[in-house]
């Protein structure tokens, strides 16, 4: 069975400063790896999505995420962070391209410092 | 194009119910997939309805059933509630064909409080 272990909840973090949040997976096969970002009282925006080919990848907000197999992991990276950017963040693992059902980590609560 | 859209946006019952959600998919998305997110906690996946069936399933029990329409909306059953229903449940739209658009969209949710 696939799994997501998100290590930590909650994370603060200094506007302006860098940020990486860590995911790790459990899967047999080749794994479809998802970043969704979840603002209070909204649905989940997909913030970056992993299925092949570069293990870096670019996505919205200016986010980025590596994909390294030999580790299992999948973390989130941003150089610079905004306000803005105090959410929850969830990492997810799915199969089938993407189109089956998404297993998700429990979150990591990110928290602006001004 | 509107996005995912779910009804209603917040709900409450009584422990022993039976609620009905409902869910209008993105424009030209054929798959529904439906997750329950407690308080604190990720999505956890319950089912996935393509071409009118139920496709995948989660680890939830038979209380939870569902149906899609030929217009591909979708609604979410939950019968004999229990106070641990309550949540965040998620309706998610996507192709079943991933090459074309390999994303699945998340609506707003419909938050359900079972007193």
């Known amino acids: 069975a696939q799994s997501v272990t998100q290590p930590d909840i909650h994370i603060t973090v200094s506007e302006g400063a860098s940020l990486e949040l860590r995911c790790n997976y459990s899967?047999?096969?080749?794994?479809?790896l998802f970043w969704y970002v979840q603002s209070p009282g909204q649905g989940l925006q997909l913030l970056l999505k992993?299925?092949?080919?570069?293990?870096l990848v670019q996505g919205i907000k200016g986010f980025e995420a590596e994909f390294k197999r030999s580790q299992s992991s999948f973390n989130l990276r941003k150089p610079s962070v905004h306000w803005s950017d105090a959410a929850e963040y969830f990492c997810?693992?799915?199969?089938?391209?993407?189109?089956?059902?998404?297993?998700f980590g429990k979150g990591t609560h990110l928290i602006i410092q001004p | 194009d509107a996005g995912v859209t779910q009804s209603p946006t917040h709900l409450i019952k009584t422990r022993g119910q039976q609620v009905t959600l409902r869910c209008s998919p993105k424009?030209?998305?054929?798959?529904v997939s439906w997750y329950q997110q407690a308080l604190g906690q990720g999505p956890q996946f319950i089912f996935q309805?393509?071409?009118?069936?139920?496709?995948q399933r989660g680890n939830f029990p038979d209380r939870f059933s569902g149906h899609q329409f030929p217009n591909y909306s979708s609604e979410l059953n939950v019968n004999a509630l229990l106070l641990g229903d309550s949540a965040l449940y998620l309706c998610?739209?996507?192709?079943?064909?991933?090459?074309?658009?390999?994303?699945?969209?998340f609506g707003p949710g419909t938050r359900l409080t079972v007193t």
């Open positions: 998610a739209s996507s192709r079943q064909t991933p090459v074309l658009d390999p994303e699945q969209y």
């Open positions: 899967y047999g096969a080749t794994p479809y």
């Open positions: 992993y299925f092949s080919g570069d293990t």
């Open positions: 997810a693992v799915g199969s089938g391209g993407g189109a089956d059902g998404l297993t």
């Open positions: 424009s030209g998305h054929d798959t």
């Open positions: 309805y393509y071409e009118e069936e139920e496709r």
